[in-house]
């Protein structure tokens, strides 16, 4: 099994795509491991604001296997693939890291650049991976945001709940 962690975003409807994210991602691969869910504002375009969050769950698909899931699973939610690279987004996921793999893996760059450049993917992916090592850093994840510029991005966390949970409260 690997271990996975994910970014899921969304500036449509998001507490509706955040949500089917989580009820997807736990019904297919069981356990998740989640972080607060952060809003934080459009990264690349003037849009509305984005709802970020980090999850962690085991699988036994292979790197393009997930992808693909991953992609159906945003595509099921309306994700538009004609639209520009920076614009708005019912659903986003993307995979941060698959175990402690580096370097293009079937197409896919892990772990994934924006882990060190974007704040509302690493401080959610610091909470849940905190002593976890950047296989290309040797720093951990926690490290990492400790030395992060926060004055790069607005972010800040937000009421959530999830199965009846409170997963996240507003800063």
Not at 35 to 52: C, I, K, M, P, T
Request: glycine share 6%; net charge negative; charged share 25%.
């Amino acid at each position: 099994m690997a271990s996975v962690y994910v970014s899921i975003g969304t500036n449509i409807d998001r507490y509706t795509h955040v949500t089917a994210a989580l009820d997807h991602l736990q019904a297919f691969f069981g356990a998740l491991d989640v972080s607060q869910v952060y809003e934080s504002e459009a990264v690349g375009f003037d849009g509305d604001n984005f709802l970020n969050l980090v999850a962690r769950f085991d699988t036994q698909l292979p790197v393009a296997e997930l992808s693909r899931w991953l992609k159906r699973l945003e595509d099921d939610y309306g994700r538009c693939r004609d639209s520009e690279k920076f614009s708005a987004r019912t659903l986003d996921i993307d995979i941060l890291t698959y175990d402690d793999l580096l370097g293009d893996v079937d197409g896919i760059e892990l772990p994934r650049d924006e882990v060190t450049k974007n704040a509302f993917v690493l401080l959610p992916l610091s909470e849940i991976a905190a002593d976890v090592q950047h296989p290309a850093y040797d720093r951990s994840y926690g490290q990492l945001w400790a030395d992060y510029d926060k004055a790069k991005q607005k972010l800040w966390s937000v009421d959530f709940e999830w199965q009846g949970q409170a997963i996240s409260k507003a800063s």
